[in-house]
């Protein structure tokens, strides 16, 4: 009996500790399964991207180019249709205010022995401001050109990424490859700004232009003459932001951070080539009309 008894107890701890390990385990696999959707995080988001870059380099690459570079030129749609709109109605304000004023001096004489106002016949003063017109305007000026955000998603997803994961790879790993020392992050900045910027900016402005169906011809013209503008603002940017890069982003990283940077790049470029394409048709109409 005493050993039957001892053996029972025996089997009885076994199964509970068997039950107990279980009943743990099935709870520490409830909370890991639930902690993602529940704890979503920038770090998460990283580290997804970089098993994204791991799988599908290229395309990974093409995808955020075309978004960054879109997202870019939205940016730069929106603040300039703001102040558009805020000129226009500035200088609204300010022709109902001259109409007014000369409206005023129409004014022909007061009664000397009363303050009554006296007016003649044929004053007029309506402020002749044509509000339909004044709306139209705004409309179409607070609307998104999807066209050109079009572009700037063709131009980041089919120019920028390619161009730059090729060019980082090559730059990093046949070029000038070994660990990032000062001396090799110096070589590989001076070589990327004033070997590849000097290509890289005229062509994305090019692209952009003819995707806009300007000749040819009229774009080699506009690139002659912008081509020194834009790389003194692209060294602005660039030159610092490519020091960080070449020194602490590690290669696979390298075009998602040029990407960010090119953000700001981005709006930019969408700025620069709606004003030179701008002062390039007041160019031509003022040499038509002379």
Same mark, same amino acid.
């Given at each position: 009996?005493?050993?039957?008894?001892?053996?029972?107890?025996?089997? %009885?701890?076994? =199964?509970? !500790?068997?039950?107990?390990?279980?009943?743990?385990?099935?709870?520490?696999?409830?909370?890991? &399964?639930?902690?993602?959707?529940?704890?979503?995080?920038?770090?998460?988001?990283?580290?997804? $991207?970089?098993?994204?870059?791991?799988?599908?380099?290229?395309?990974?690459?093409?995808?955020?180019?075309?978004? %960054?570079?879109?997202?870019?030129?939205?940016?730069?749609?929106?603040?300039?249709?703001?102040? &558009?709109?805020?000129?226009?109605?500035?200088? &609204?304000?300010?022709?109902?205010?001259?109409?007014?004023?000369?409206?005023?001096?129409?004014?022909? =004489?007061?009664?000397?022995?009363?303050?009554?106002?006296?007016?003649?016949?044929?004053?007029?003063? !309506?402020?002749?401001?044509?509000?339909?017109?004044?709306?139209?305007?705004?409309?179409?000026?607070?609307?998104? @050109?999807? $066209?050109?955000?079009?572009?700037?998603?063709?131009?980041?997803?089919?120019?920028?990424?390619?161009?730059? =994961?090729?060019? $980082?790879?090559?730059?990093?790993?046949?070029?000038?490859?070994?660990?990032?020392?000062?001396?090799?992050?110096?070589?590989?900045?001076?070589?990327?700004?004033?070997?590849?910027?000097?290509?890289?900016?005229?062509?994305?402005?090019?692209? /952009?232009?003819? /995707?806009?169906?300007?000749?040819?011809?009229?774009?080699? &013209?506009?690139?002659?003459?912008?081509?020194?503008?834009?790389?003194?603002?692209?060294?602005?940017?660039?030159?610092?932001?490519?020091?960080?890069?070449?020194?602490?982003?590690?290669?696979?990283?390298?075009?998602?951070?040029?990407?960010?940077?090119?953000?700001?790049?981005?709006? $930019?470029?969408?700025?620069?080539?709606?004003?030179?394409?701008?002062?390039?048709?007041? @160019?031509?109409?003022?040499?038509?009309?002379?």
């Amino acid at each position: 009996m005493l050993n039957l008894s001892s053996t029972g107890r025996l089997l %009885i701890r076994h =199964h509970r !500790r068997r039950w107990n390990s279980s009943l743990k385990a099935s709870t520490t696999t409830a909370s890991t &399964t639930a902690m993602p959707s529940s704890r979503f995080s920038f770090s998460s988001l990283i580290s997804w $991207y970089s098993n994204q870059l791991d799988r599908r380099p290229v395309l990974t690459k093409i995808i955020s180019s075309a978004l %960054i570079a879109a997202s870019g030129d939205i940016i730069c749609q929106v603040i300039d249709n703001g102040s &558009t709109t805020a000129t226009c109605i500035d200088d &609204t304000a300010t022709t109902a205010t001259a109409t007014a004023s000369k409206n005023e001096e129409k004014i022909v =004489h007061t009664n000397k022995g009363t303050n009554d106002v006296v007016f003649d016949d044929n004053t007029d003063i !309506r402020i002749t401001t044509d509000n339909s017109t004044t709306q139209q305007q705004q409309q179409q000026q607070q609307q998104l @050109d999807y $066209y050109r955000t079009g572009r700037f998603f063709l131009i980041g997803a089919f120019w920028v990424a390619p161009a730059t =994961h090729l060019w $980082y790879g090559f730059l990093s790993t046949r070029l000038l490859s070994g660990a990032a020392t000062p001396k090799r992050i110096i070589q590989r900045l001076l070589i990327d700004q004033f070997g590849a910027a000097p290509i890289f900016c005229p062509t994305f402005m090019g692209l /952009l232009w003819l /995707l806009e169906g300007q000749k040819p011809s009229v774009v080699v &013209t506009e690139l002659i003459d912008a081509t020194p503008t834009l790389l003194i603002s692209n060294w602005t940017l660039w030159f610092p932001a490519m020091a960080v890069m070449f020194s602490v982003v590690p290669l696979k990283f390298q075009v998602l951070y040029s990407n960010c940077v090119g953000l700001i790049w981005s709006v $930019y470029l969408s700025y620069a080539s709606t004003r030179l394409q701008q002062s390039s048709d007041s @160019d031509s109409a003022s040499a038509s009309s002379s």
